[in-house]
């Protein structure tokens, strides 16, 4: 499966953006996806995932209660709603899928940047 992000851009503390990845190549809801972001000089963290069907999520406790995480499988889409951003949320995030929907997952997409000034 191709992953392709987009979505990310600069914004201000307080305000909200919506990633999208759309996957092609082989049927989307077979493949459990997530999100994972690298802050500037960081290492790669967890954010947020979602099973097959998209009726299970769960999230970091980082973003929990701001970020929601959806699919649309008729659509072959991923999406990560991102509200009340912060400063700190600041780094290239990357949809990711995986058939069995184990860590590590194993299909990663090129990354969209997102920057919160303050």
């Known amino acids: 499966v191709q992953l392709q992000a987009s979505g990310g851009g600069l914004v201000q503390a307080g305000e909200s953006l919506r990633l999208s990845c759309a996957a092609s190549g082989d049927t989307f809801s077979n493949y459990a996806m997530a999100w994972f972001r690298q802050p500037p000089g960081e290492e790669r963290e967890y954010v947020a995932s979602?099973?097959?069907?998209?009726?299970?999520?769960f999230y970091s406790d980082s973003v929990k209660g701001r970020f929601t995480i959806s699919r649309d499988n008729s659509k072959s889409t991923l999406y990560l709603q991102m509200n009340n951003l912060q400063v700190e949320d600041t780094a290239v995030y990357y949809c990711?899928?995986?058939?069995?929907?184990?860590?590590?997952?194993?299909?990663w997409g090129q990354g969209t940047q997102v920057t919160v000034s303050s």
């Open positions: 979602i099973n097959y069907s998209g009726d299970n999520t």
């Open positions: 990711t899928a995986d058939r069995e929907g184990r860590h590590p997952f194993k299909y």
